[in-house]
């Protein structure tokens, strides 16, 4: 499966932006689904998930109750909304397809899209 991300800018603290990520390829209903976020000098981690229905989601402690993960599988596409951005939430964001495992290590997630760069000035 090919993932395209976008909707990363430049937001202040305290914003919003909406991230998407657009699959084409292999059925993309049949991923679970995963944003990622890898900030200068940091590994990249587990933002959050949301499984091949919609009907689970995951969130990173970090982003709890300010981001919400969803999905489109008629449209293929994964969204991120993020609200209440804090300057910490400056990152490229990536979203993946999960291949088996668990969903927080991104070994387990088998396609990637190419990130986009969300800036947060406070």
């Known amino acids: 499966v090919q993932l395209q991300a976008s909707g990363g800018g430049l937001a202040q603290a305290g914003g919003s932006l909406r991230l998407s990520c657009a699959a084409s390829g292999r059925t993309f209903s049949n991923y679970f689904m995963g944003w990622f976020r890898q900030a200068p000098g940091k590994e990249r981690e587990f933002v959050a998930g949301i499984s091949w229905s919609g009907g689970s989601t995951y969130y990173a402690d970090s982003v709890k109750g300010r981001f919400i993960i969803s999905r489109d599988n008629a449209k293929n596409t994964v969204y991120l909304q993020m609200n209440s951005l804090k300057s910490e939430d400056t990152a490229v964001y990536y979203c993946?397809?999960?291949?088996?495992?668990?969903?927080?290590?991104?070994?387990?997630?088998?396609?990637w899209g190419q990130g986009t760069l969300v800036t947060i000035s406070s």
């Open positions: 993946a397809a999960h291949r088996g495992g668990s969903i927080y290590v991104t070994e387990k997630y088998g396609y």
